[in-house]
């Protein structure tokens, strides 16, 4: 190629990538057609004098979810930038998408306690939302006011769906055997535990056990966290304590919680979990190995400390 063929090539990639003006106005410029612009802007990007780049703010996360996926075996990870903004907020509505993805027409839908399912409850989006149905999968009737217990979790869901919702309305902890089998096959309790038997799909945070966590406010005593805790307790979800390989452990313990179990979970096809938190990743990692878990969503900074 010669130097003024060259020069000319290199001017007009200027002055249309870095100085911005149009085709048209380049032509006039260098009196030359608007054909013979946009040939030259081509020729000038298959000898790599022009190369373009896309800078992509979302790859890492993209990454960091398809290697999630992988490392722990499940079937998707949604992965979301929170730089600037709530996280669990931005969570929930990224769920939006994937929850209405599989969600249909007269599922049965169950609902975890928890601030991020509060949040779920208050900003996930569900389409295809006719003749839903949720059922909160822990019970929770306390005089404390708590509004992320299940029950209303359930009842903001249905009430911004115009959906239908059941109640568990007992204490979440009974450690009587007696009286907790007496409850569950009361006339007023027994449909929601039926219910646990046919749930089409579950969304569901991870419960952490230690004295500063969520569970601390459930009628649970922090030396009966702290007991689970050393006897090999990385997690809760629903109603039953996880091991670090995420087994479910200490039965007796977890029986005194009144909702769902872990064979409730591993019997629902689809099983969607949402939390966040460098101080959670134990609890959430637990979950994720013991393949209970089919679709999970967190934030790039929890991402990454899972991975190591």
């Known amino acids: 190629m010669d130097s003024t063929r060259l020069k000319l090539m290199v001017d007009i990639s200027k002055l249309y990538y870095l100085e911005g003006l149009s085709q048209s106005e380049i032509a006039k410029k260098m009196y030359i057609s608007r054909p013979q612009v946009s040939r030259i802007l081509s020729e000038a990007r298959e000898k790599n004098i022009v190369s373009i780049t896309v800078k992509d703010p979302f790859s890492e996360a993209y990454k960091l979810a398809d290697d999630i996926k992988n490392k722990f075996h499940l079937s998707d990870v949604l992965v979301v930038d929170t730089y600037g903004k709530e996280p669990l907020r931005a969570i929930a509505e990224e769920l939006s998408r994937?929850?209405?993805?599989?969600?249909?027409?007269?599922?049965?839908?169950?609902?975890?306690?928890?601030?991020?399912?509060?949040?779920?409850?208050?900003?996930?989006?569900?389409?295809?939302?006719?003749?839903?149905?949720?059922?909160?999968?822990?019970?929770?009737?306390?005089?404390?006011?708590?509004?992320?217990?299940?029950?209303n979790n359930c009842r903001r869901f249905s009430e911004r769906l115009n959906a239908g919702h059941m109640v568990l309305s007992t204490p979440m902890v009974i450690r009587e055997e007696k009286i907790r089998k007496e409850l569950i096959n009361n006339p007023a309790i027994k449909p929601v535990f039926e219910a646990y038997e046919k749930l089409d799909i579950i969304i569901t945070g991870?419960?952490?056990?230690?004295?500063?966590?969520?569970?601390?406010?459930?009628?649970?005593?922090?030396?009966?966290?702290?007991?689970?805790?050393?006897?090999?307790?990385?997690?809760?979800?629903?109603?039953?304590?996880?091991?670090?390989?995420?087994?479910?452990?200490?039965?007796?313990?977890?029986?005194?919680?009144?909702?769902?179990?872990?064979?409730?979970?591993?019997?629902?096809?689809?099983?969607?979990?949402?939390?966040?938190?460098?101080?959670?990743?134990?609890?959430?990692?637990?979950?994720?190995?013991?393949?209970?878990?089919?679709?999970?969503?967190?934030?790039?900074?929890?991402?990454?400390?899972?991975?190591?």
């Open 206 to 308: 991870i419960g952490q056990t230690t004295t500063e966590s969520s569970l601390s406010q459930c009628d649970i005593s922090n030396e009966e966290i702290l007991t689970a805790h050393q006897k090999g307790a990385q997690a809760i979800i629903a109603g039953s304590f996880i091991d670090a390989e995420g087994n479910e452990i200490l039965k007796e313990q977890s029986d005194m919680f009144l909702g769902a179990k872990i064979r409730h979970i591993k019997k629902c096809p689809c099983v969607i979990a949402a939390a966040e938190g460098l101080g959670k990743t134990e609890a959430i990692r637990a979950a994720l190995k013991g393949g209970i878990i089919d679709i999970f969503c967190t934030n790039s900074e929890t991402a990454r400390e899972l991975l190591q």
């Open 98 to 151: 994937v929850v209405s993805s599989k969600v249909r027409p007269g599922d049965y839908i169950g609902i975890s306690a928890g601030k991020t399912l509060a949040m779920c409850s208050s900003y996930t989006m569900i389409h295809n939302s006719e003749d839903l149905k949720f059922i909160p999968l822990l019970a929770g009737a306390t005089s404390r006011g708590i509004d992320w217990y299940a029950n």
